[in-house]
């Protein structure tokens, strides 16, 4: 039986987050995480698997509480 993982929408801050915590793991500290261009972050995100979002869809602030979920993961992951 195979497992249906939703597509992935960009109000999904956590999975996304999640997601980008999976594939850089701890190559970006927070300070790195926050230094990250926007212009990057988007091309990363429209890359993961099952995002099913648009480029036209994006806007500062998701890419804003992406960035903040992103770091909020790799703290939970420094424990």
């Given at each position: ?8 929408q ?5 999975d996304?987050?999640?997601r ?36 036209e ?23």
């Open positions: 039986m195979t497992h249906f993982e939703p597509p992935i960009w109000t999904d801050y956590e996304i987050a999640m980008l915590y999976e594939r850089f793991g701890d190559d970006f500290n927070e300070s790195k995480i926050y230094r990250v261009r926007f212009t990057d972050l988007l091309e990363w995100i429209l890359q993961l698997p099952n995002f099913a979002g648009t480029r869809e994006s806007n500062e602030g998701h890419l804003e509480m992406i960035q903040s979920a992103w770091v909020y993961e790799w703290r939970d992951n420094q424990k």
